[in-house]
């Protein structure tokens, strides 16, 4: 197997800082690719070991594009999470001024993270897309737009200098990137974990979702993230892609996965794997009835009925 990760390119991007932060990124190739879907189809043709891609932003909530890969196609499974604080900086060709910049460029992602800048600093200003925001920087070396907002590390790799640093609408902006392969077995429980489902509901009734939810409440498992995903298949047909605290061979996650699978038409297993940046030893105890040990007395207790054995 190719001892490659693919990641959302090109160089210089956000995304690239936080895969280096991995410490067996120094055993990989490291491939830059011209979009999320490139980086994952590169997975699931077998030309890249993984990729690395950015799934969610504290300011605006999921970056869609990844999430909707997720959801369909063939399926992938996240190993890892990356999160990485964010700050933009203003970058031009050599010599422009502010007063000269009449369209700007970035990942969609990056504009709810600079709009108040914008709004104060160039409210005239045209925005337009970028693939990334390294390639938004790469335009404006082509001279396609007068300037981009991206890492100020991007600046050097494309000629740019730049004009203001430090740009963040919201105090402590992070992004949360995943490491994402083919289908495996998941990592061991670190103690501090995370699982990603995607579900699809049978019918819509009152209390659908809610219904959904108790199968993880009444197992005492806390959720970290539900984002709702239209299907595609007409107005108000919407999946769900949820992040529940706690591994798939934790007991009671692996239960209200159960639970799930047998109310729901499809559910989509995205993997268990460490949640960044917490300690094992912050980690809140399972509520009271819910441990692993606990799951498995009540079921030698079912057994012994079920064998009169009480
Ligand atoms: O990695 C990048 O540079 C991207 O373009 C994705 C992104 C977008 C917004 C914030 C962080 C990462």
């Not at 604080?85 to 031009?92: D, K, Q």
């Not at 009449?102 to 200003?125: F, I, S, Y």
């Not at 061979?249 to 499809?266: I, W």
Request: hydrophobic share 40%.
């Amino acid at each position: 197997m190719p001892a490659s990760y693919a990641y959302l390119g090109p160089e210089g991007t956000f995304t690239e800082v936080a895969l280096r932060t991995l410490p067996e990124t120094a055993t990989r190739e490291l491939v830059p690719m011209v979009s999320v879907p490139a980086a994952l189809d590169a997975v699931r043709n077998g030309e890249a070991e993984a990729a690395f891609v950015p799934i969610e932003n504290s300011v605006e909530g999921g970056i869609t594009t990844t999430l909707d890969e997720l959801v369909a196609g063939r399926p992938l499974m996240i190993y890892r999470e990356v999160l990485l604080s964010i700050t933009f900086a203003l970058l031009v060709r050599p010599g422009t001024k502010l007063s000269e910049i009449k369209t700007v460029t970035a990942h969609p992602a990056a504009q709810p993270q600079v709009r108040n800048w914008l709004r104060n600093n160039l409210p005239e200003v045209l925005w337009e897309s970028a693939a990334s925001n390294a390639d938004g920087a790469r335009l404006v070396q082509e001279g396609r737009y007068d300037a981009a907002f991206a890492g100020e590390f991007a600046a050097a790799k494309y000629g740019l200098e730049a004009l203001e640093t430090e740009i963040h609408d919201a105090e402590n902006a992070q992004t949360r990137f995943v490491l994402v392969g083919r289908p495996a077995r998941p990592a061991a429980p670190t103690g501090a974990d995370k699982t990603s489902v995607v579900i699809w509901q049978r019918d819509d009734h009152p209390g659908a979702l809610l219904e959904l939810l108790q199968e993880f409440a009444v197992r005492g498992v806390n959720l970290m993230l539900l984002q709702s995903r239209p299907t595609g298949e007409g107005i108000g047909n919407y999946c769900f892609a949820i992040d529940a605290e706690g591994h798939i061979s934790d007991r009671r996650v692996g239960e209200a996965l159960m639970g799930l699978k047998r109310v729901c038409p499809e559910v989509r297993f995205l993997g268990s794997y460490p949640r960044a940046e917490v300690d094992p030893k912050d980690v809140r105890a399972p509520r009271a009835g819910t441990s692993d040990g606990e799951f498995s007395a009540a079921s030698d207790w079912l057994a012994r009925c079920q064998d009169g054995r009480f």
